[in-house]
């Protein structure tokens, strides 16, 4: 496709300098330097280009990035990482006429370049001659810090073009200074122009072995062993991302107390509770909250608080289980049960004996993992799609700055009505103990950790005995 513009996503000390001045060198392409850093306009020192100050960009950012792409005729770009201005950040991501040339360079070696580049204060290098050298200190966890980050930079961005269906160019450090790699960038970008060589105009800094540049190299291999650089520890997370289920949150009448609840966790309780705070019945709350009235209720209860509840994974599959599967209300997922595992209910649910409950239940378990999985065409509802994925949903609208738990929900509640002005809050009324726990035993607690590994470890909870 024909690209309006480009631009250069890259981070501090990837040769970022570099790949500007080479593109710069090719007839048809002119890269403006960081137009969007939040301490200078272009390069350092600068406060004003191209008629733009530094106080109108950071006003009106568009009025310079249209100053930028009055190109006459030539591709125009810009760099741009991730701290620089957020507006522009997001529009470049969804804009399909912007070209992304995502520039990457080995964390550890950029990690070194910046601590380098900070000691010497020398960010660009045009005279072998004027090289500055030092060793500096590797940091085993300001490492893993500046290696988090990165992480997540490129995972957002291909989220971003995943999304939205476009595709980037991208070129490593190593290949910067590739001719035939430069060339193909210019095609790309749709420019008939080519190199017939390299341009000189700026130098790769510290080309020295990675040992050589640090005055403990000794810590390296250490440091390094206690990261998980192919991220193996990682519990793998195929369930699909949901949104916020705004239509469930119920505010306090006069309270500024904000439930977001977890489908499957203490629901109904909390919202009797929430209601009786301040003596009214459940329907005054205010409820069924979509983006709009949830940004206005926030604007009007300035201080208010915002809490969900969570409940052992296993409780929760039980309590979904007994209200919704084995009732027969949930009637596609016992299609599913009978489909994959065999499973039929009986039409009157009061003829189950605690082992066919048991059986049953085991079933529904198994179904859950397949279905947060992925692996069933039946995508998980809110309540049994993990408590995780469900906050994760939330967060997209409001963050809740307290999670509680069902097993301290009395204690909590009081605490949180206490500290909103209730001298002597009503407690709280627990429901009623689960009819079926009597089936539970260990092959339930396996079953429920294999679905939801992911609240246990989230949330702490106790992984079964094997």
């Known amino acids: 496709m024909a690209f309006d513009y480009f631009t250069v996503l890259a981070e501090m000390r990837t040769g970022s300098n570099l790949l500007e001045s080479n593109l710069n060198a090719i007839e048809g392409i002119e890269c403006h330097g960081e137009l969007f850093n939040p301490g200078f306009i272009n390069r350092a020192g600068t406060d004003s280009y191209l ?74 290098l045009g005279d072998v001659s004027n090289r500055r ?25 291909q989220r971003a073009l995943q999304t939205s269906g476009q595709s980037a160019f991208y070129i490593s450090y190593d290949d910067v200074n590739d001719l035939e790699v430069l060339n193909g960038l210019a095609r790309w970008l749709g420019v008939p122009s080519r190199l017939t060589e ?81 003596g009214v019945e ?31 994974p296993l409780m929760r599959a039980l309590e979904v289980y007994t209200r919704k599967v084995a009732s027969g209300e949930f009637e596609a997922v016992r299609e599913h049960m009978a489909r994959l595992f065999d499973t039929r209910f009986p039409e009157d649910p009061a003829s189950m004996s ?8 085991k079933a529904f378990l198994k179904f859950c993992a397949a279905s947060v999985s992925g692996q069933t065409g039946l995508q998980p509802w809110p309540m049994w799609a993990s408590q995780s994925a469900n906050l994760e949903g939330f967060a997209q609208a409001i963050q809740p700055d307290l999670v509680l738990r069902e097993d301290r929900l009395a204690e909590d509640l009081r605490y949180l009505a206490q500290s909103l002005g209730h001298d002597a ?21 396996a079953l429920a950790y294999a679905a ?12 079964p005995q094997t």
């Open 51 to 124: 008629g733009v100050t530094q106080s109108e960009r950071d006003a009106d950012p568009w009025r310079l990035m249209m100053a930028a792409r009055a190109g006459g005729g030539r591709m125009v770009g810009f760099r741009l990482f991730h701290d620089h201005d957020p507006r522009i950040w997001q529009h470049v991501l969804n804009d399909s006429g912007c070209a992304k040339i995502i520039l990457t360079r080995n964390p550890l070696d950029s990690y070194v370049s910046r601590k380098i580049a900070a000691a010497t204060n020398q960010w660009r």
């Open 354 to 361: 605690e082992n066919d409950h048991r059986a049953a239940f």
């Open 198 to 278: 390299l341009p000189r105009a700026l130098k790769k800094q510290n080309p020295e072995p990675l040992e050589a540049k640090l005055s403990n190299p000794e810590d390296l291999a250490p440091g390094l062993a206690r990261i998980d650089r192919f991220d193996l520890g990682r519990t793998p997370v195929f369930e699909v991302r949901r949104g916020p289920l705004l239509a469930a949150c119920y505010a306090g009448a006069q309270t500024p107390l904000l439930f977001l609840p977890l489908r499957g966790a203490p629901e109904a309780s909390v919202i009797r509770w929430l209601a009786a705070l301040d």
């Open 425 to 445: 809050p009503l407690p709280y009324q627990a429901p009623d103990a689960e009819p079926l726990s009597a089936i539970l035993d260990a092959e339930c607690h």
């Open 282 to 312: 459940k329907d005054a709350l205010p409820h069924d909250f979509d983006h709009g009235r949830l940004a206005r209720w926030r604007r009007g209860h300035p201080g208010f608080r915002a809490f969900t509840v969570i409940r052992h």
């Open 452 to 463: 939801y590994r992911r609240d246990y470890e989230h949330f702490g909870f106790a992984a």
């Open 133 to 157: 050298q030092t060793k500096v200190n590797f940091d085993a966890a300001e490492f893993e810090t500046h290696l988090s980050r990165m992480q997540q930079v490129q995972i957002g961005i």
